[in-house]
C-alpha cells in the first residue's frame, strides 16, 4: 500500500497564490487520477478537483489541479486567494482496490 | 439531487459493534455507481473504510477488514456499515459517500460515534 503525504499547514494572503503539494510514496503519482476534497469547519468534504486537473462545476476556476511525475507528486493550486478558501484540504488517490487519502492540509489565508 | 444522511447510536461501548446507516434520496442505489464509508477521527484526517456496489461486490481498507461489514439494501435505498470490537479508536465522524468513479461525490453531513463505557 502507499501514502499520500501533505503539508500539515500552509498560510497566504487574500489575492496570492498558494500550492499544496500530495506525494505518493510508491508507485507512480500518474497511475491513478489524484482527487482534492476542501473541508470548511463543521462541513462534509466536497470535491474541488478531480483526475488530477477537471474541476467540477460550480468550483471557480481559481482552483487548479497538476502532477509532476518527477517528484511523484500532485499540486492544488489556489490562485487569488479569499477568505473563505480557509479550510482543510484532502489530496486522495487508489491502487489495487485501496482507496487512500492524504493527511490533509489547513490552508489559512490571513 | 442526491443526498446521503448517515444515522446510528451516537455512543458504543468499547469491543461491541458499531452499526450505521446511510439513507439515500434523489438517486436509485440500484442504478449504478459505488457507494462508500469513509470516518473523521476529532481534529484528524480522513480514512476510507470501504465501498460497495449495488450487485454486493466489496473493498475494504486492509487495516479494518477483519472488523468491518459494509451492505446494502436496494429495496430500502441504504447502505450499512458495521464494525465489531470497537475501541477508542474508532471515536469518529462517519460519513457515507457515492463513488463518482474516482471522487467521493457527494458526502453525506456524517454522524459522530464515541467509544465510550
Known amino acids: 500500500n502507499f501514502m499520500l503525504t501533505q503539508p500539515h499547514s500552509v498560510s497566504e494572503s487574500p489575492g496570492k497564490t498558494v500550492t499544496i503539494s500530495c506525494t505518493r510514496s510508491s508507485g507512480s503519482i500518474a497511475s491513478n487520477y489524484v482527487q482534492w476534497y476542501q473541508q470548511r469547519p463543521g462541513s462534509s468534504p466536497t470535491t474541488v478537483i478531480y483526475e488530477y486537473d477537471q474541476r467540477p462545476s460550480g468550483v471557480p476556476d481559481r482552483f487548479s489541479g497538476s502532477i509532476d511525475s518527477s517528484s511523484n507528486s500532485a499540486s492544488l493550486t489556489i490562485f487569488g486567494l479569499k477568505t473563505e478558501d480557509e479550510a482543510d484540504y484532502y489530496c486522495q488517490s487508489y491502487d489495487n482496490s485501496n482507496w487512500v487519502f492524504g493527511g490533509g492540509t489547513k490552508l489559512t489565508v490571513l | 439531487q442526491v443526498q446521503l444522511q448517515e444515522s446510528g447510536p451516537g455512543l458504543v461501548k468499547p469491543s461491541e459493534t458499531l452499526s450505521l446507516t446511510c439513507s439515500v434520496s434523489?438517486?436509485?442505489?440500484?442504478?449504478?455507481?459505488?457507494w462508500g464509508w469513509i470516518r473523521q477521527p476529532p481534529g484528524k484526517g480522513l480514512e476510507w473504510i470501504a465501498n460497495i456496489y449495488h450487485s454486493g461486490s466489496t473493498y475494504y481498507n486492509p487495516s479494518l477488514r477483519s472488523r468491518v461489514t459494509i451492505s446494502v439494501d436496494t429495496s430500502k435505498n441504504q447502505l450499512s456499515l458495521k464494525l465489531t470490537s470497537v475501541t477508542a479508536a474508532d471515536t469518529a465522524v462517519y460519513y457515507c459517500a457515492r463513488l463518482m468513479v474516482r471522487q467521493f461525490d457527494p458526502w453525506g453531513q456524517g454522524t459522530l460515534v464515541t467509544v465510550s463505557s
Open positions: 434523489g438517486y436509485s442505489i440500484s442504478s449504478g455507481h459505488y
